[in-house]
């Protein structure tokens, strides 16, 4: 029983069923046939379950304003609308995150430039920042990565003192927290991602939330019109184009508000049982060599665990096992681990490409920025030790404890896995891998 499968062993674990979300409740479903039966399917204004989901997140964040739209997206690109951007303007973002966090910058004829992040996490690091400053900078958008929070203080202070915006994208972690607030209260404004996958979900919908009242009618704006754009667009300077606002529809959905507002009631238990699993597998790994929990820095007061838990790989612990064979032989034993696909930004097209020029503002090699693929070390060092195990809701501490004995076996084979791979004798094509943005 102690040879690896992947050598001709016995699997040690029967592969478990994939964790079940999103959780949708008897409750739930009697508040969507409801609207259904009232015929409630669509608003033109902050009414009924989107009004009353607004005002959850409006509570639960202590917020001034609470914008629900369409998706995350909609909601990115409604905070970076609401900063005014000109052309040209400059948004400092990660170079590891999900394109939605940086490409509404595009949209709105600014220029995303990017930036490296911490090697141990894979967000954005503070240190890094000042090397991006220009003339043109006016925002930095940080990502909570998979529900761990940025370096909030250090990245505000750091906008404080040049005077720039800070956009949150919360899209991964609905609940966590860093010094003493919850993520969404830190900067200027945030997006919030209802999707499928996220710890609240509408399917498909999003929150923009923020206490200024210029970006909030600004992002109105955008994605609305008629009762919505005349309720909340009330300035001097915006009143008069409530009415047509910019033509687009960025509207959420009264199903999805629904699925929303009764995901939003259980976050703070489905966020209990998340850390509880992921405590329990954590433990024993701190004892095992070659793989170490995620790192969980100072200033992180809550972990909003998103789809993945991400223990970090040190090959040099293991004689050099390639990280790859180490993936391999855990999934051999029925351990589901997995390395992320998801390239990091600068090694897309549309940031290495000359001849790509996103929306009417077609900026100058001088200002649009275009990426070799080499030039972050931080994402390479990150991307190159991460992996994944799915996260589970409820509580599967026989499992995590699985999981974990499963990885002890491929640690305590190690030498033979790399004598055998080194001698050529063992081919190892691409593991299995999941995106999970």
């Not at 750091?158 to 956009?167: I, M, P, S």
Request: proline content about 7%; aromatic content about 6%.
């Amino acid at each position: 029983m102690t040879r690896l499968a992947l050598l001709g062993g016995q699997p040690l674990l029967t592969p478990a069923e994939r964790p079940v979300w999103p959780h949708i409740t008897e409750k739930d479903i009697e508040a969507v046939t409801a609207l259904l039966r009232r015929g409630e399917i669509s608003y033109n204004g902050s009414e009924g379950e989107v009004r009353a989901l607004e005002d959850g997140y409006r509570q639960r964040l202590g917020v001034v304003h609470a914008l629900a739209v369409n998706s995350g997206t909609s909601a990115l690109h409604s905070a970076f609308f609401g900063l005014d951007l000109r052309p040209g303007d400059e948004v400092i973002a990660p170079a590891y995150t999900f394109l939605a966090t940086a490409m509404p910058v595009f949209a709105c004829n600014g220029v995303p430039v990017l930036a490296d992040v911490d090697p141990d996490t894979g967000i954005l690091d503070p240190d890094g920042l000042a090397a991006h400053l220009t003339p043109r900078t006016r925002a930095v958008v940080v990502t909570h990565l998979m529900g761990f929070p940025a370096d909030m203080e250090r990245i505000t202070d750091f906008a404080c003192e040049h005077g720039l915006a800070v956009v949150e994208d919360c899209s991964q972690a609905h609940g966590a927290a860093c010094s003493g607030r919850p993520v969404g209260r830190h900067g200027d404004v945030a997006a919030f991602s209802l999707q499928a996958k996220k710890q609240v979900t509408a399917g498909e919908g999003g929150i923009l939330v923020t206490d200024d009242r210029r970006i909030y009618e600004r992002a109105v704006l955008l994605g609305h019109c008629l009762d919505r754009g005349e309720e909340d667009v009330t300035s001097e300077e915006y009143g008069g184009y409530g009415r047509t606002g910019f033509g687009l529809n960025y509207r959420i959905h009264p199903v999805g508000s629904a699925l929303a507002r009764g995901a939003l009631s259980r976050l703070d238990t489905v966020l209990e049982g998340r850390e509880k699993n992921c405590d329990r597998l954590g433990a024993p790994l701190r004892d095992i060599p070659g793989i170490t929990p995620p790192v969980r820095q100072a200033h992180v007061d809550r972990v909003a665990h998103y789809v993945s838990y991400q223990p970090l790989y040190a090959a040099e612990e293991l004689g050099g096992l390639p990280i790859d064979v180490f993936t391999a032989a855990a999934r051999a034993e029925g351990v589901p681990l997995t390395r992320p696909t998801s390239p990091p930004l600068h090694r897309e097209a549309a940031f290495r490409s000359a001849s790509w020029h996103p929306g009417t503002y077609h900026p100058g090699d001088s200002t649009y920025r275009r990426y070799r693929g080499d030039e972050f070390p931080g994402v390479d060092a990150y991307l190159s030790r991460v992996l994944r195990l799915p996260v589970y809701s409820e509580e599967r501490g026989d499992l995590m404890d699985a999981w974990a004995e499963g990885i002890r076996k491929v640690v305590d084979n190690a030498g033979e896995l790399h004598d055998r791979y080194a001698a050529g004798a063992l081919t190892v094509q691409d593991p299995a891998r999941t995106a999970q943005h």
